[in-house]
Every structure is written in C-alpha cells, then in structure tokens.
C-alpha cells in the first residue's frame, strides 16, 4: 500500500482485471446456448421441460382465484418495485452515469430477449409427441424483466450493499420465474436463459460502471476487515448454497419420476408427476440464485480495495 501525506491511497483499482469481466461475460453467454442446445434442440431437452410442464398444467386448475390473481401481477410487481428502487438509489446517490448505465442494461437484456425469442433461436419440431404450438419460449420475457430490474439496482449500490442487494434481487426473480413456471407460460430453461441474459449485459455495464465510479465502489481497509452486515460473505454463501441444492434436489426429482425411462408425451399422473412438478420448479429457480450469487461473488473480488 502507498500513502500521500496522511492518507491512504487506492492500492486496488475496481474492475483492475478486464480478462475475467470478459471471460463472465463469454461464460454467461456460453451457458445460454448450452441450456438452449439441451432443452430445445434435443428431443430428450423437450421432453424432459414438457413433463414438468405438463405436470405444472394439470395442477393449475386446482389454484384458487386470488392465487392466480397474485402469479399473474407478480412479473408486475417485482418489476416496478426493482424499477422504483432504482430511480430512488438515482435521486438519493445522484450517480447520474452510473444511472444511464445501468438502465441501459436494463434496456438492452430485454431487448437481447426479444431478439433471441422472436429471430434468432429456432425450437425444431421433432416427432416426439411433443407440442410444438407455443413454438420458441426461450428466453422468458417476465424472469428477464424482474431479474434485469433487480441487476440494475445491484449496481447502484456501494460494494458494503451489493451481496443484501443480490440476495433481495435474487428472491425476487426467482419468485417470478417459479411464478410463470406455474402459471404454464414457460418452461424452466426459459427462466434460466433469462438469468444469464440480465447477467451478462449487467456484467457489461458493471465493468464500466465500477472503472468510471472509483470512488464509491472501493472499500476501506477497516470496511475489508469488518464487514457491513449487509455485505458479509454469509450472503453470497446462502445464494450459492441455496442453489446448489435446489438445483440438486431438482436432479434427485428427475430420477425419482423415473429419468429419462419417463420422459413421455403423455406421462402418466400421480407421484411420478408430482416429481415432475418439482423438478420444473426447482430448474426454474435454483439456477438464478447460482447466477445472482456469481454475480455477489464477483463484484466482491472485483471491488477497489485502499
């Protein structure tokens, strides 16, 4: 470490390694396409996502009305309560470009989605049994809207905040993703592809955001020492943890419908069924908190040290 006069000066740049933004970056989009390969491009991919759907649609009919009211709204909710935390942390910081960064993120992950879904990847039509009505799903829209709006209000906050933040956000994503799962608008692939899609221009905008905002996104010695409550390892560790297992638990419920001896058009009901409602549950949230907690991780490491 140097000093000038009394003070101690940054003896750690934020963002000093441009290599590793750029290899999450690949990484993050390296991992869309493999979810895509294996869940779309693959008859056994399809058929796996459709007994999770399918197991999804037959309890659909059995929620009450003001459940459906609340999974229909919640893309909403999630979405403007992450959007109007964000104009908050914009008026009270005042961090203007840090600002337009960050909603350009947010603007360009879902646009990114749009142009994926809609013109770029092709759902083929195997003869599996599968329906192929709903055509190409993936990336979900909502799950990249609520996730998008949560990475935006992650990087508005001081590095002392950001794992809270990731661990609030991630709740709230996944909340979203496991809600359109239910409601049959999407198939759990879609969810994560949605993940990595906000992840990856929030990583854009990060990189630029913390090498131009020096100030407030590098930590005292004390502050590295003794961390905030809000920014102690223990939350990447919950986000990383809690993702694991469920994405664990999700692997267990496929072998326990029966694995890949199972993966039929028409699955039958009853437990096997209920393993399949599980596992498509399970895929659509645990990999966004695997992703949320990269993120916490990362941005950690990366932060300015005096």
Do not use: C
Not at 10 to 15: E, L, N, Q, V
Request: proline share 4%.
């Amino acid at each position: 470490m140097s000093f000038h006069g009394s003070e101690a000066v940054s003896a750690r740049r934020p963002a000093r390694s441009t290599w590793a933004w750029v290899l999450a970056m690949v990484l993050a989009a390296a991992l869309l396409v493999a979810a895509y390969r294996v869940f779309v491009t693959t008859s056994t991919g399809q058929l796996a996502e459709f007994v999770t759907f399918d197991a999804a649609g037959d309890r659909l009919g059995g929620l009450h009305g003001t459940t459906l009211t609340v999974l229909q709204r919640l893309p909403q909710i999630v979405g403007v309560a992450g959007v109007g935390t964000f104009l908050v942390l914009t008026v009270w910081r005042r961090r203007w470009f840090a600002s337009l960064l960050a909603a350009l993120a947010f603007g360009a992950a879902n646009l990114t989605t749009q142009v994926l879904k809609n013109w770029v990847l092709v759902r083929p039509d195997f003869d599996n049994g599968v329906p192929y009505y709903t055509g190409n799903s993936l990336p979900s829209g909502h799950t990249t809207f609520a996730a998008s709006a949560a990475v935006a209000a992650f990087l508005m906050v001081a590095p002392r905040w950001r794992p809270l933040t990731a661990t609030v956000g991630a709740v709230f994503a996944t909340a979203v993703g496991a809600g359109t799962f239910v409601e049959t608008w999407h198939r759990p692939a879609d969810m994560v592809a949605a993940y990595l899609v906000a992840a990856f221009w929030g990583l854009a905008a990060g990189y630029v955001i913390l090498r131009t905002g020096a100030d407030w996104n590098t930590r005292g010695r004390r502050t590295a020492r003794h961390p905030h409550p809000a920014g102690h390892p223990g939350w990447d560790l919950v986000l990383w943890l809690g993702g694991a297992a469920l994405v664990l638990a999700a692997w267990w419920s496929f072998g326990a419908a029966g694995g890949t001896s199972a993966l039929v058009a028409s699955p039958d009901s009853g437990s096997s069924s209920d393993a399949h409602f599980l596992m498509g549950l399970l895929l659509s949230t645990g990999p966004g908190l695997l992703v949320f907690g990269a993120l916490a991780s990362f941005f950690r490491w990366q932060a300015g040290r005096r």
